[in-house]
């Protein structure tokens, strides 16, 4: 809306010769343009504007926009010779010049040396930036990012962290550099070689990440219900502004008639007057020719005057008709964004029903098969190999949920370390079933075993996302192919796949020969709602849903397409040198030091009874209670225990949020743990959380584990 608004005062301006107001608001566009990294239209924007910056004769618009055609050259140019230039326009800034502006011309000076790994320069041009902001905070904890970033790349270790810290603690009320400043404080710790702190501080930044994007998702609901009502307004106030036309040429009609009648009056004075002073012979005849020449001139004024008021009602016509039209489109437009909501809310909630119950199920199959695996020490190798499918089967349901709950956006990401390799081992078939048998598909791993840390469910709905894209395009025989493969980014890779992205990626491609997409639509496909399918055969949230994946685990995504040709989709993800996570870890013997007494809080019988039976088998002992109330009854009646794993989601006096309450009040030595196989958010569960369904690994892992509260 603000880019609409921009260019209609830069057109209006340009039609009054305005040369300042062009020149400002050419410029602001060209900066909105680059914070969209919409390059190639900021720099034909650029070309436009640059005649009006000239003529304006307005120092601090010039400054400005000189700096932005440098900012142009960081990103697509020539990032040294950008450098260079933004010093001496630095350097020759007057007292006219807002501090402001100097101090974001060496914030893009610290970006275009970071860029060219010279971090020397990078921090002495960050300080530079960071005396002249000293009066705007946001601007100035956005350039101490790029400082210790320049300082993370030079190697000077803990003091870094530190210095990170501290900032922090600074910019708690800015929540966008909170967030990067955690990944630069990431990155440090990952450096250090201390990656759980790092993939700690990562889980916190995407959590700040999704509470704005959150808050930014609320926002853009209201604008668009007041955007809405405003519209509604606007057209009550066209539908009177249409009658009070009418109106108005209905007086103008009668306004013309009575000055119609007036003329006749005059004119017919006049013909007596001066048929009274012709005498003789040419009497009759001198009457007969004035009278017909006011009679004629009379005519034609009033059939001048009719077609000037008929222009003006059918121009005046026109213009409410293609002003109706236009809301009228608009109006359809909010209908149908509204309606998407409401239908992905409406998807959500149904996801989040069926996964507590699901997960429920799944939860009593595999406790129930570890069980029996720790009870029964002579199965034969076939019931050990029928339980071990069992579990296999039980731990594929659970990675089902996961991805259902990933199409609804109602998970946040749980990553872990995998080799790629094995990942796509495991999704093989159901790539296959989604491309289909009438498209030829092939695979090639050349990943060389890599490791990532990833949540590996959200990796899988992204490629379901991009393959389903593919199959869309084609129209009818086609081919599909899927290409993992390992790649080394370095700091002078002409690829440019994005700042500080340095070292080893996995790159992951998806190219078909479809129908490609016009080059006019390539940076708007990962927008939210636009789609380039038929109306009501896609929501236009898959592209945007895999950006927002890729970039939430350290990615960046490309998009290549040729109409005609077909299009190749591509994005990588940082490799790691943390082990793999174990799909089938061994089922351990019981431990004698296991002499802790447990209750089980459990609405549904089965999985209460499963879990209690695991946990007698590992040693524990155990007690249940169906339901909160059951459980204030044991815990006021008998010896508390050592903790509690109670379900959130129960029936009666309270849920398992209101329980943990209840015992951290009255029991608050008892720890207490809390489960569920569905939770839209899990910001107020606690570190004492085990997600349904769990194996006896997570649940010896958390109980074994002293709570960090």
């Not at 400005?64 to 040294?80: K, N, T």
């Not at 998702?217 to 036309?245: P, T």
């Not at 034969?380 to 990675?399: C, D, F, I, K, N």
Request: charged share 25%; aromatic share 6%; net charge negative.
């Amino acid at each position: 809306k603000a880019f609409e608004y921009l260019q209609k005062s830069y057109d209006v301006s340009l039609k009054a010769n305005q040369a300042f107001i062009a020149g400002a608001a050419g410029e602001t566009i060209v900066a909105m343009l680059l914070a969209e990294e919409q390059y190639e239209s900021a720099g034909d924007w650029c070309e436009k504007v640059q005649p009006w910056v000239d003529a304006s004769n307005a120092p601090g618009v010039i400054f400005s926009f000189q700096m932005r055609r440098e900012e142009l050259q960081i990103a697509i140019g020539d990032p040294a010779l950008a450098a260079e230039n933004l010093r001496k326009l630095a350097q020759s800034a007057t007292l006219a010049i807002d501090p402001q502006m100097v101090g974001n011309a060496y914030l893009a000076i610290a970006l275009a040396e970071l860029k060219l790994n010279r971090n020397d320069a990078a921090v002495d041009a960050a300080n530079e930036s960071i005396s002249r902001l000293e009066n705007f905070p946001r601007s100035r904890l956005l350039a101490e990012r790029i400082k210790q970033e320049a300082r993370i790349a030079r190697g000077d270790g803990e003091a870094v962290i530190e210095d990170i810290k501290r900032l922090l603690e600074e910019c708690k009320e800015f929540i966008l550099p909170s967030v990067k400043l955690k990944q630069s404080l990431s990155l440090a710790y990952s450096k250090a070689g201390k990656y759980e702190a790092a993939l700690e501080e990562m889980r916190q930044a995407d959590a700040l990440e999704a509470k704005r994007l959150k808050e930014r998702g609320r926002e853009q609901v209201n604008f668009m219900s007041a955007v809405f009502e405003d519209r509604e307004r606007e057209r009550q106030l066209a539908r009177l502004k249409q009658e009070q036309i009418a109106l108005k040429s209905n007086a103008k009609l009668i306004e013309a008639e009575a000055q119609q009648q007036i003329i006749n009056a005059q004119y017919a004075t006049q013909v007596r007057n001066i048929v009274l002073g012709l005498s003789g012979l040419g009497l009759v005849t001198s009457t007969l020719l004035v009278f017909a020449y006011f009679k004629l001139r009379e005519t034609r004024l009033i059939a001048s005057r009719e077609r000037q008021l008929k222009d003006q009602l059918s121009q005046n016509f026109d213009r409410q008709a293609m002003l109706l039209q236009s809301e009228e489109e608009a109006r359809r437009k909010l209908e149908l964004t509204l309606e998407r909501k409401q239908r992905d809310e409406a998807i959500g909630k149904l996801t989040g029903g069926v996964a507590h119950d699901f997960n429920n199920l799944l939860t009593v199959v595999l406790n129930s098969n570890q069980s029996m695996l720790l009870k029964e020490k002579h199965l034969t190798v076939s019931a050990r190999e029928l339980l071990a499918s069992s579990t296999m089967a039980a731990q594929s349901g659970a990675s089902i949920v996961k991805q259902l709950m990933s199409y609804a956006r109602q998970q946040s990401l749980v990553t872990e370390p995998i080799r790629v390799s094995d990942w796509l081992r495991s999704v093989r078939g159901l790539f296959q079933q989604t491309v289909g048998e009438s498209i030829t598909y092939t695979e090639e791993d050349l990943s060389e075993q890599s490791v990532i840390t990833i949540d590996s469910a959200k990796l899988t709905t992204a490629i379901i996302n991009l393959l389903s894209n593919a199959k869309d395009a084609i129209v009818s025989d086609g081919i599909i192919k899927l290409t993992i493969r390992k790649i080394t980014l370095k700091v002078s890779d002409p690829s440019g796949w994005g700042e500080n992205m340095i070292g080893p990626y996995a790159l992951f491609e998806v190219i078909d020969n479809g129908a490609g997409i016009p080059k006019q639509w390539i940076s708007q496909v990962c927008d939210p709602f636009f789609t380039t399918k038929q109306s009501k055969s896609g929501t236009g949230l898959g592209l945007s849903s895999v950006l927002g994946f890729v970039k939430q685990s350290l990615g960046e995504l490309r998009i290549e397409s040729e109409l005609g040709k077909g299009t190749a989709t591509r994005f990588i993800l940082p490799l790691t040198h943390l082990e793999p996570t174990n799909i089938m870890p061994e089922v351990k013997a019981d431990k004698t030091d296991w002499n802790k007494s447990i209750l089980v809080v459990e609405d549904q019988e089965a999985v209460r009874k499963a879990t209690t039976f695991m946990l007698k088998m590992m040693g524990y002992k155990v007690s249940e209670a169906n339901g909160s109330e059951a459980a204030i009854r044991f815990l006021e009646e008998s010896n508390p225990p050592q903790i509690v794993i109670t379900d959130v989601q129960m029936p009666g006096i309270m849920d398992g949020l209101g329980l943990r309450d209840w015992i951290r009040a009255n029991h608050p030595n008892v720890r207490v743990i809390l489960t569920s196989g569905y939770m839209a958010t899990n910001d107020d569960v606690g570190p004492d959380f085990l997600q349904k369904p769990y194996t006896m690994q997570t649940i010896e892992k958390i109980l074994n584990h002293e709570a960090t509260e």
